[in-house]
């Protein structure tokens, strides 16, 4: 299964690169709810309980809430300087 979830998550990754306007709408518009999906099926299982546990990792910290916010940070362009 992670294998095929991979494969397709890099073949919409290539499309969504290399297509033009038209395939990256039609790409938007067919993967945006099952993407976001899967991230809500996710974080489903990671729960914070009151105190803010995680009740899969079981600690304050929840990976997965991690990634998945690192993940989703806006892309900042490099200075100009190059520093």
């Known amino acids: 299964m992670d294998v095929v979830l991979r494969r397709h998550l890099a073949l919409l990754l290539a499309g969504v690169q290399n297509g033009d306007d038209g395939v990256v709408a039609r790409l938007a518009r067919s993967e945006t709810h099952r993407l976001v999906g899967a991230i809500r099926a996710s974080l489903r299982a990671h729960r914070l ?10 600690a304050t910290r929840c990976v997965l809430r991690d990634e ?4 989703l940070l806006p892309v900042r362009p490099a200075p100009a300087d190059g520093g």
């Open 49 to 58: 309980d009151p105190a803010g546990c995680c009740g899969a990792c079981r």
């Open 68 to 71: 998945i916010s690192h993940a």
